[in-house]
């Protein structure tokens, strides 16, 4: 059986439940349950704070995880990334009242408000700068506010939070984060890992493909393919019309309006866009 942790709480939470159950697992909580069985697939889900899941997975008591890049960094924990799960993007900025730090080197000797001291002290230290790291649970951006700290660093989406605060963003991004799946350090994959990550991808896959069919004339295909090269290779079928073939291929989700643009232009016509339920690929 896979035990598998999956966060409660947070900006991970409703996103990580929604990929399993998308992938055809009974991953949802209907209350509190700490716990929830999916006996069909042979797997139990652990509803786990997502800060905590790197140590139950790294040493071992949980299988596999879903956490957030930065938090397994954060931990120092050594486990094993499986899959980036393209959801819970942010970036890890350090941030200072407007108009008073311009570079990260100014940080030097300030006080360091965050939630994520390991990765800050580990930055501080690879840059040679001296860190006095103030930890707080969450709502850092007030810390300056309130005089326990000069500056901040914590995880940004929008920037919004900061503005808010006052604080505008200095340097570049220490690192950028995802949610993803991970294992133990060193873990040799079973066939239900393999079976689970066959699954997960094939969501992620039909989440960032579209199917594509349009009708070419023969002489353009070869240009056409290009433009359409698919996950794996075109598939070329016969057209009545004598000259043309018909075209099928996945095209990025984000690519889908430019390729339609390009085909158009090549001599393609008859463009077609579907989205893809499923796939195992
Ligand atoms: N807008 C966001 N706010 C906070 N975390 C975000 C955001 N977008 C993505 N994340 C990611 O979510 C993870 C943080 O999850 P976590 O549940 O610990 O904090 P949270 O969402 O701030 O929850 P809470 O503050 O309720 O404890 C990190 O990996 C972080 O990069
Ligand atoms: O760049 P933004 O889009 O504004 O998002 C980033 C903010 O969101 C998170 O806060 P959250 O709401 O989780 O509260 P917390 O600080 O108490 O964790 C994070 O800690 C930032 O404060
Ligand atoms: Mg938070």
Known sequence: MLRIAVPNKGALSAASSQLLC?????????????VVADVENDI??????????AVYVGSGRLDVGITGRDLLQDSGVAAQELVALDFGHSSFRYAA???????????????IATSFPGLVRADFAARGLRAEVVTLDGAV?????????????????????????????????????????????????S???????????????ARQYVMMDYDAPTAVLDKACEITPGY???????????????????????????TMDDLWELGARGILVSGIQACRL
Do not use: C
Not at 22 to 34: I, M, P, Q, W
Not at 99 to 110: I, K, N
Not at 238 to 254: F, I, S, T, Y
């Open 191 to 205: 066939a239900p890992h393999e079976k689970l990550l066959r699954r997960v991808q094939g969501v992620l896959v």
């Open 22 to 34: 998308d992938a055809g697992y009974r991953a949802k909580r209907e209350g509190a349950e700490l």
């Open 232 to 258: 794996e290779s075109p598939t070329i079928s016969p057209l009545q019309r004598e000259g043309w073939v018909a075209v099928r291929a996945m095209v990025p989700k984000d690519e889908v309006n430019r």
């Open 44 to 53: 139990e889900f652990f509803f786990l704070r997502p800060r905590d899941i």
């Open 97 to 111: 009242p407007k108009g008073t730090v311009t570079e990260v080197a100014q940080l030097d000797g300030m006080r």
């Open 141 to 189: 951006e007030t810390a300056v506010r309130l005089g326990v700290a000069d500056a901040v660093a914590d995880v940004v989406e929008t920037g919004r939070t900061l503005r808010a605060a006052g604080l505008e963003l200095v340097g570049e991004p220490v690192m950028g984060s995802q949610a993803i799946m991970i294992a133990k350090q060193g873990l040799e994959l």
